[in-house]
């Protein structure tokens, strides 16, 4: 398959990153996979995880913490970002950690691509930040969030600058 785009920074190598990295590399396009092996998971899981990603042609590994370290987008044509610091329960006991990793990374992602006069960039969200209000299935035009929990309330705040930047 021909994709318009050539090369991808996908940011968050989980359980959707991982898969989505492995399906653009495995097509041709160039992958530069971005993540900070949080210890959420156990850091033996993810290398185990990544291996195999490691050896399709096209793909570059990158350890980097986006809140933090510089994120890597030169020559990229699109951002996938994926990276959030999971769990509802875990962000009641730590939420200003849940605030730096989703909503700090996520400003600093935008604003880094920004600056490079990147434009393309898809945000995962999460159904928490609709909360316990609104019945599945969720419309995004009609959108009755109400985040009940620290780490809803940062994923509703990612996609609050994701919507700010691409107006700017």
């Known amino acids: 398959m021909d994709y318009p785009i050539r090369t991808v920074c996908v940011v968050g190598l989980g359980y959707i990153g991982l898969p989505t990295a492995a399906t653009l590399a495995s097509r041709g396009v160039e992958v530069i996979g971005v993540d900070n092996f949080d210890g959420f998971y156990a850091r033996e899981v993810k290398e185990r995880n990544l291996a195999g990603l490691r050896k399709l042609p096209g793909f570059r590994f990158v350890e980097a913490d986006v809140a933090r370290d510089p994120v890597p987008l030169d020559g990229i044509e699109a951002v996938i970002h994926l990276a959030a610091k999971p769990g509802v329960r875990p962000s009641l006991e730590d939420p200003g950690s849940y605030m730096e990793a989703n909503v700090t990374a996520t400003a600093r992602l935008i604003d880094a691509a920004r600056r490079v006069g990147l434009s393309r960039i898809v945000f995962g ?3 928490s930040v609709y909360g316990n209000a609104t019945p599945a299935p969720f419309a995004e035009d009609k959108p009755a969030v109400s985040p ?7 994923k509703r705040a990612g996609e609050l600058l994701a919507h700010a930047f691409a107006h700017l």
């Open 125 to 127: 969200s999460s159904s």
């Open 148 to 154: 009940i929990s620290p780490y809803a309330a940062s």
